[in-house]
């Protein structure tokens, strides 16, 4: 059998296999139970140390109509 043969037949079986085994694998982690308060705490993550803005009048303000 050539090397080509061989590893075309591999990866249209086994490899294949793997890879699809390892992509519900991952769903299935993501999305397991326990992991809501991680994705929660990640998903936070750019709203971190955020200080709000202090109060200054606006520049862009109308003057008022006399």
Avoid at 17 to 29: E, K, N, R
Avoid at 43 to 54: G, H, K, M, V, Y
């Amino acid at each position: 059998m050539e090397t080509y043969s061989f590893l075309r037949e591999l990866a249209d079986s086994w490899v294949l296999l793997a890879m699809v085994i390892f992509y519900v694998g991952a769903i299935v982690w993501a999305f397991r139970p326990g992991s809501k308060s991680v994705h929660a705490d990640i998903a936070d993550i750019p709203f971190r140390n955020e200080t709000l803005p202090t109060e200054t009048p606006s520049t862009n303000a109308k003057p008022e109509a006399l």
